[in-house]
């Protein structure tokens, strides 16, 4: 057939062609690995403006009750204020002790 030394040398080469055919595989295999990554980044970064508008949204109806409720209460805490000005004024302190003896001397009799 041929000589044994050529068998040896074909036998080699098979070898090495399958060695390298492996590597291509693995290589093969780990940009198809890395090129699903890629896809599915992309795929979730063209989500990502609708999910940023939709939350967007949700902030501004956080943000128009927050004003709500802010709006609610600087009207309590006015209506409070005057009321503790009133009811902290000696004047008014004054009057009404005034206005409670008139009525209390009234009720009596010491006026007639």
Same mark, same amino acid.
């Given at each position: 057939?041929?000589?044994?030394?050529?068998?040896?040398?074909?036998?080699?080469?098979?070898?090495?062609?399958?060695?390298?055919?492996?590597?291509?595989?693995?290589?093969?295999?780990?940009?198809?690995?890395? %090129?699903? &990554?890629?896809?599915?980044?992309?795929? /979730?970064?063209? $989500?990502?403006?609708?999910?940023? @508008?939709?939350?967007?949204?949700?902030?501004?109806g956080v943000s128009a009750r927050v004003d709500?409720?802010?709006?609610?209460?600087?009207?309590?805490?006015?209506a409070k204020g005057v009321l503790a000005t %009133?009811? &902290?004024?000696?004047?008014?302190?004054? /009057?009404?002790? $005034?206005?409670?003896?008139?009525? @209390?001397?009234?009720?009596?009799?010491?006026?007639?």
């Amino acid at each position: 057939m041929g000589d044994p030394s050529d068998i040896g040398a074909l036998t080699l080469a098979v070898g090495e062609m399958r060695g390298q055919m492996r590597e291509l595989i693995h290589a093969q295999n780990n940009m198809a690995m890395k %090129l699903e &990554g890629l896809t599915e980044k992309v795929l /979730l970064a063209q $989500a990502l403006p609708a999910e940023v @508008a939709r939350l967007g949204d949700v902030v501004a109806g956080v943000s128009a009750r927050v004003d709500a409720l802010e709006a609610v209460n600087d009207r309590q805490d006015g209506a409070k204020g005057v009321l503790a000005t %009133l009811l &902290g004024s000696k004047a008014f302190g004054v /009057l009404v002790s $005034a206005t409670l003896v008139l009525y @209390a001397s009234i009720k009596e009799g010491l006026f007639k």
